[in-house]
Each structure stands twice: as structure tokens, then as C-alpha cells.
């Protein structure tokens, strides 16, 4: 599977954005998918993730404020965030893993994601 993201931008604090992440492939539905981040000058850090099943997980500096969705019909996960504060700030990164595996192995280019004050 290939995942190309989009819907990076600058937003002010409080605002809201939208990523979404296409993947390649006939087998989407079977595919837990993820979206991480790496702020300027620190490590990549999970955001959160939807199983194949649905069940989600969220990382507790986005809990309340993120959620994320999949649409497999068209191969795409769905990431909203709202209430967005400056230390969201990041290239936010699609990350794919088939549902058996443990950790995930396919990952997007990144998209970029600015919050200002």
C-alpha cells in the first residue's frame, strides 16, 4: 500500500483542520492506520490510530480535541483536528500496518501543519 496525505496548513489557535490520507490498494479495510507527528526539533510522536475494525486510540495531548475516521470505501482515513494549539505544530505523517502486525510499516509523506498564537 502507498498513503499520500494532504491538508496541511496554517491555522490560528483555536482553529480547526482537516488531514486526510488516500492509500493505494485493494485491501484497505484489512489495514490499521495511524497518524503521527514530528514537531520542529523533537522525535515523531503517535497522534492517533483506527483499527480495522474501528476502535480508535488517541495520544493524551490530542484527546478531546482529535478524532479520526475511515472511509473504506474510498481508501482514506480522516484525520479532524479542532481546538488546535500552537504546540500542535508539526508535519503530521499517514502511517499504515496490516492488522496481524505490530507496528506500523508503511508510511506517507508528511504534511505540514503550523498553528499560530
Known amino acids: 500500500v502507498q498513503l499520500q496525505a494532504s491538508g496541511g496548513g496554517l491555522v490560528q489557535a483555536g482553529g480547526s483542520l482537516r488531514l486526510s490520507c488516500v492509500a493505494s490498494?485493494?485491501?484497505?479495510?484489512?489495514?490499521?492506520m495511524g497518524w503521527f507527528r514530528q514537531a520542529p526539533g523533537k522525535g515523531r510522536e503517535f497522534v492517533a490510530g483506527?483499527?480495522?475494525?474501528?476502535?480508535?486510540t488517541f495520544s493524551d495531548s490530542v484527546k478531546g480535541r482529535f478524532t479520526i475516521s475511515r472511509d473504506n470505501a474510498k481508501n482514506t482515513v480522516y484525520l479532524q483536528m479542532n481546538s488546535l494549539k500552537p504546540e500542535d505544530t508539526a508535519v503530521y505523517y499517514c502511517a499504515a500496518k496490516e492488522f496481524r502486525r505490530n507496528n506500523y510499516d508503511t508510511w506517507g509523506r508528511g504534511t505540514l501543519v503550523t498553528v499560530s498564537s
Open positions: 483506527i483499527r480495522w475494525s474501528g476502535s480508535t
Open positions: 490498494g485493494r485491501t484497505f479495510s484489512m489495514y490499521d
